[in-house]
């Protein structure tokens, strides 16, 4: 199986969102390639989620190995199928027993994030109208005289 290994500076990355390359270990031909992710407009949002994901699916990475992680990634390896490994601490990833990895198998592992509701994710919202706004009248507390108002004022059509 082919492992994918979040790293920065030749050891395992803190964060694995925020790692800025993959090192790929196939446990069976002990064979490594360093990976670096390119950085992109959208990669401080979900576009860097769909980029790792691309690229374990570009190498047939079936696991990664991981020190911390968010819900959101987490959640999204799960979807995809991709077995998720940590580590002791300490251990060099050049010289690993793969015998000897702790298997993550639920969300509870992983780190919620305090500000998810507060980020606004461009790159994921209505592409059609390009706008990072969408109107979603089931999320205000306005009364419904109230938004009829404000969408005849600022012309807005649903």
């Known amino acids: 199986m082919k492992y994918a290994i979040p790293i920065s500076n030749d050891k395992l990355c803190n964060h694995y969102s925020k790692a800025p390359q993959f090192l790929l270990v196939d446990d069976v031909t002990k064979q490594e390639q360093t990976i670096d992710l390119i ?25 990664v190995i991981i020190k911390n992680i968010g819900e959101a990634m987490l959640s999204s390896l799960f979807e995809q199928g991709i077995k998720v490994f940590t580590l002791t601490r300490g251990v060099d990833i050049h010289a690993l027993d793969f015998s000897q990895l702790v298997p993550v198998e639920d969300l509870s592992y992983a780190k919620p994030s305090v500000n998810k509701h507060n980020k606004v994710h461009t790159c994921c919202k209505d592409k059609q109208t390009g706008s990072a706004f969408k109107w979603e009248p089931k999320e205000s507390c306005l009364d419904a005289k109230t938004l009829r108002n404000l969408r005849s004022i600022h012309k807005i059509h649903l």
């Open 39 to 63: 950085p992109t407009i959208k990669s401080k949002t979900c576009g860097k989620r769909t980029q790792m994901l691309s690229l374990l699916t570009a190498h047939n990475v079936g696991a």
